[in-house]
Structures are given as C-alpha cells and as structure tokens.
C-alpha cells in the first residue's frame, strides 16, 4: 500500500499539480470569505435563530439534490479542465452580482436564487477539480495529491474565516460607500477570475474517447438524455456493488450530520450563547481549518500507512466526541481548543473517503462517483439543518428545555460517535470477507 500511496511533498513536485493547487488555494479563500459575508447579511436581516440559518443551507444543497447525478454524467463526458474554467468563470459573474441585485431590489430574497445558482455551478467545478487530479500526479501520488488538496483547503479557510470574520465586521469599507459584506462578495468574485487564469495555464493531457465526444450540442443532449438512464444505472450498481464505494457513501452521511450543525447551532452558540458576535465566528472557523490543517499534514505524511476504512472510524469517533465536549463549553476560550481538535479528526477522514473512491471506481466514473458524493453530501447537510434548527428553535422550547442550540449539539454529538461505533463494526466484518476470499 505504501508504493502506490506516495507521501505528502510528492504531489507537489509534480509541476502541473503545483500550479493548480495553488489557483485552487486562491478561489477557496475566497469561498470563506463568502461564507462569512453570508452569515453576516443573514444576521443583518434576520434575529439570528436557528431556522434562519437553517434555511439558507437550502439554497446551498438543493443543487446537489436536484442535479447532482446528472453533473457527474456531463463532467464525465467533457474535458475536466474546460469545465472547471466554465464553473468558475460562471461563479466569478454570479458572487459579483449578489450586492449589486441585493441594492438594487432592497431584499434579502434576491440572496436565495444566486446562491442556489452559484452553487450548482460549484457542483460542476467540485466533480471536475477532484476528477482532474489523476491527470495532474502519477497514480502513487494520488494520496498524496487528495491530502494538498486538503490541507490548503483548510488554510484557505485558516485564513478566509479570520481574515473574511474581520472584514464582515469592519467599518473600513464604509469609506469605500460599501457595507462589510458586500467587499466578501466582490473579493470573492475576483478570486473566480484568478482560478480561471490557473486553470487555463494548466495543460492536462486528458483524452475524452471517442465514444464520449460530442460535436454538435443538440446531439450533445439528445445522447445525454438517452445514456442518463445507463450512466446513473453504472453510479448505482458500482456504489451497491462496491463494499468499499457503499462505506464511503455511508460515512459521507455521517459527515454531513456535523455539517448540519454549523449554521443553525455552531453560529447561533458563538454569536448568541457567548456574544462573540460574526468576528468570534470567523476566528472559531480559522481554528477549526488550522485543525483539519494540521490533520491534512498528519495523514498526508503518515496516513498511506494505515486502513483508509479505520482512517475514516477513528476520526468519526473522535468528532462526534468533541461535538458533544463544544456543547458544554461555556466560555469562548473554551471552544477554540475543541474546534481545533475537531478539524484535526474530521481531515483525515475527508482525505480517506476522497482517496478510497478514487481507488475504488474506474476512471470513467469518476465524474459521476464524486458528483454522487457530493449529493450524499449535500442532501444530508440540508436535511440535518433544517432538523437541527427546528428541534432547536421549536421542538425543544415547547418541551420546557433551556439552552436549546448546547443541548441539540449535544446529542448530535453522541449520534455520531454511536454511528462510528457502529461503522467500526462493518469495517471488520468486511475486512475478514475479504481475507477470506483472498
């Protein structure tokens, strides 16, 4: 296992790799920042309860709901790096505009549709950017590769939480006649621009076969809708007959059950429960990326040597085990330290999930493979949210409970660690199916 892994410095010696990942380094700082204008301009609108956080994470997973699959059949039938450039390029235009419609009509409504839009082209830039990869580095540095991307994800988002948590909240920009958040929007936009100037440098050698090719775009849908039926029908089989696809599938779930705490419980706790306010928020996000950070590192050095699967178990454990330890935290200073240790487990985990499906499905699904993630990904964040934030802001009131959003992440805290548990179960019961057909 070790030669075909390779080690975190391989992926980037890799020239064409490093070049990418650097543009990539560039528009996901700039996602944070984004993120951080979002939660400011929903704060500014709303009262900060639960379900008005909730109900933003709509406009961001319904996307993934409605045409995840179908994104993977398209990127898997079109050159990877032309339809990273077209999705970024979109995204560049559409976060521009969200300030721009946002003065214009007066409303906070006009949020909703661009967000939904600019998330299902990041839907397509997702499954591009991860199914590119392979092209970039050799296959023993596909680890490798999957762990940089990680890692400057989270000093992305390092930085874009405490740099953008400051910028949503200084009155500096009022000189510029802009409100805080508006500049998240507008830097977040340039930074697209820059991505699409990487990207379009990057020569990736990728073949489309021919089987594949399109030259005309009405035969390019007219095949589309007639194969949809096949493509999806070879996602499901691979996913139902893959154990390992069916574990990663599983524990992307799990995954987005901690995701579905952020906006309606993680925000309201900062911003309500110890009055720390949106800065407190994006200094609480740089930690937790300084902590998926430092796991990035940690798995991209070490991680080639152990099960991808007990890689993924032990780092559930380990979340669902500080989700509940945040929930009793009362003091500010008292979360900086949980979160960094959330980050530290829940990274290897994203890079051992990334990395299994790669290994485990062929080249030509790949699209479809991470597009599906992405699907399992996002329905489950909205879901989850949307739950959270209704048990928080009504369920519980009404059952006499105080301290709705600590004792709503408390027990999602416990759900979690009980499902890994649970997880670990499978993975041994697959590891001695395979050793005895081995």
């Known amino acids: 296992m070790t030669k075909q892994s390779g080690h ?17 380094l560039v528009s996901q700082f700039g996602d944070y ?16 309860a639960p379900l008005a956080y909730s109900q933003i994470t709509v406009a961001i997973a319904l996307p993934a709901l409605l045409f995840g699959p179908i994104v993977g059949v398209v990127v898997d039938r079109r050159a990877k790096r032309k339809v990273l450039i077209a999705a970024d390029a ?9 300030p721009l419609l946002m003065k214009l009509t007066g409303s906070v409504l006009i949020l909703f549709p661009l967000v939904f839009i600019s998330f299902l082209m990041g839907l397509f830039a997702s499954a591009a950017r991860l199914s590119l990869i392979p092209y970039l580095v050799p296959q023993n540095k596909i680890f490798a590769a999957n762990a940089v991307m990680n890692f400057i994800n989270k000093l992305a988002g390092m930085v874009g939480f405490v740099g953008g948590g400051l910028l949503v ?7 510029l006649k802009l409100q805080p958040w ?9 930074t697209f621009f820059i991505s699409v100037i990487t990207i379009a440098m990057l020569k990736t050698g990728e073949k489309v076969i021919e089987s594949q090719k399109e030259s005309e775009l009405v035969q390019l849908w007219r ?24 574990f990663v599938m599983l524990s992307l779930l799990l995954v987005s059950i901690f995701g579905g705490t952020l906006y309606p419980l993680v925000v309201v706790i900062v911003q309500k429960g110890t009055g720390s306010g949106t800065g407190g928020v994006g200094v609480l996000g740089g930690v ?10 940690s798995i991209g050095f070490l991680g080639h040597r152990y099960s991808r699967r007990m890689i993924i178990v032990s780092g559930l454990l380990g979340v669902g085990t500080m989700v509940s330890l945040f929930a009793l935290c009362r003091h500010y200073w008292q979360l900086l330290p949980v979160g960094l240790l959330i980050g530290i487990f829940l990274s290897p985990v994203m890079v051992a999930q990334d990395t299994l499906l790669h290994e485990s499905a062929p080249d030509k699904l790949w699209g479809r493979i991470f597009s599906g993630r992405d699907f399992v990904l996002n329905g489950g964040f909205m879901l989850s949210s949307l739950f959270f934030g209704f048990m928080a802001q009504i369920i519980l009131p009404r059952l006499g409970t105080t301290n709705h959003e600590r004792v709503t992440l408390f027990w999602c805290g416990i759900l979690l660690a009980a499902f890994s548990l649970v997880a670990a179960g499978i993975v041994v019961k697959q590891k001695k199916a395979e050793s005895s057909r081995g």
């Open 223 to 246: 095949r589309r809708i007639n194969n949809l039926k096949t493509d999806l029908q070879e996602l499901w089989t691979l996913i139902f007959s893959s154990p390992k696809v069916k």
């Open 288 to 297: 937790l990326a300084l902590g998926m950070m430092l796991g990035s590192l």
């Open 169 to 175: 909240v200084g009155g500096f920009w009022r000189h």
């Open 182 to 190: 508006e500049a998240g929007f507008y830097l977040d936009s340039l």
């Open 90 to 98: 979109s995204r560049a235009v559409i976060i521009g505009l969200i």
């Open 8 to 24: 975190f410095a391989a992926a980037l010696s890799e020239p064409k790799f490093a070049l990418f990942a650097a543009g990539q």
């Open 33 to 48: 920042l984004a993120q951080m204008a979002l939660i400011a301009v929903i704060g500014a609108y709303t009262t900060r």
